[in-house]
């Protein structure tokens, strides 16, 4: 997640700003605009020096009554720098400057990863977990026989045909369910074959 910026507006009276005297940080980060009264403007510019690592969608936000804004600073190279934000509101009624210090960003991200790992079937398993105790890997009984989970379905579906055609006592009904039993023992005829 990255770092945010709180800015208050209009929280004691209109145009107001409230910003903290610094941020640090190492990567891209959010300006949140906390707007305490009425819709207005808030004026956002990055000096020299941070413009030269980091961007702005835009620099003129209209921020709603009595919401909050978010507005993306993105940092393209990360190398330190130390700059500064200039906030302004009421159309440069109120400004106020935040100092940004971006630093290197720690490197501690990195995974290493085990040689065995990007062989099949490398790296340790605990063979108790799979209930196998010999090492000898185990197929799934699906994948030994996939006719079972056809079978499981199509008894279930021939059930639910005579079901259906024992409830509504109908002779169209009860033909589907023979279409149904048929189709059924044809699929399991061919998948066993």
């Given at each position: 997640m990255?770092?945010?910026?709180?800015?208050?507006?209009?929280?004691?009276?209109r145009?107001?700003?409230?910003?903290?005297?610094?941020?640090?940080?190492?990567?891209?980060?959010?300006?949140?605009?906390?707007?305490?009264?009425?819709?207005?403007?808030v004026?956002?510019?990055?000096?020299?020096?941070?413009?030269?690592v980091?961007?702005?969608?835009?620099?003129?936000?209209?921020?709603?009554?009595?919401?909050?804004?978010?507005?993306?600073?993105?940092?393209?190279?990360?190398?330190?720098?130390?700059?500064?934000?200039?906030l302004?509101?009421?159309?440069?009624?109120?400004?106020?400057?935040?100092?940004?210090e971006?630093?290197?960003?720690?490197?501690?991200?990195?995974?290493?990863?085990?040689?065995?790992?990007?062989?099949?079937?490398?790296?340790?398993?605990?063979?108790?977990?799979?209930?196998?105790?010999?090492?000898?890997?185990?197929?799934?009984?699906?994948?030994?026989?996939?006719?079972?989970?056809?079978?499981?379905?199509?008894?279930?579906?021939?059930?639910?045909?005579?079901?259906?055609?024992?409830?509504?006592?109908?002779?169209?009904?009860?033909?589907?369910?023979v279409?149904?039993?048929?189709?059924?023992?044809?699929?399991?005829y061919?998948?066993?074959?």
């Open positions: 990255p770092d945010e910026l709180y800015v208050d507006v209009n929280r004691r009276e145009n107001s700003l409230s910003v903290p005297a610094a941020i640090e940080t190492d990567d891209s980060f959010v300006i949140r605009v906390r707007n305490h009264g009425n819709a207005g403007r004026h956002v510019h990055l000096d020299e020096n941070l413009s030269a980091a961007s702005l969608d835009e620099t003129n936000h209209y921020v709603e009554a009595n919401s909050t804004q978010a507005i993306p600073v993105s940092v393209h190279e990360h190398e330190p720098v130390h700059g500064k934000i200039k302004s509101a009421g159309y440069g009624a109120t400004t106020r400057w935040v100092d940004v971006l630093t290197e960003p720690d490197d501690t991200g990195t995974v290493e990863v085990d040689e065995s790992l990007a062989e099949p079937g490398g790296g340790e398993r605990d063979g108790d977990a799979d209930g196998d105790t010999d090492g000898a890997s185990t197929e799934s009984i699906l994948t030994d026989r996939p006719e079972l989970p056809v079978l499981a379905l199509g008894t279930m579906a021939v059930a639910v045909a005579v079901g259906a055609a024992t409830v509504f006592e109908s002779g169209l009904v009860a033909a589907g369910a279409v149904v039993f048929v189709a059924v023992l044809l699929a399991g061919l998948l066993v074959r």
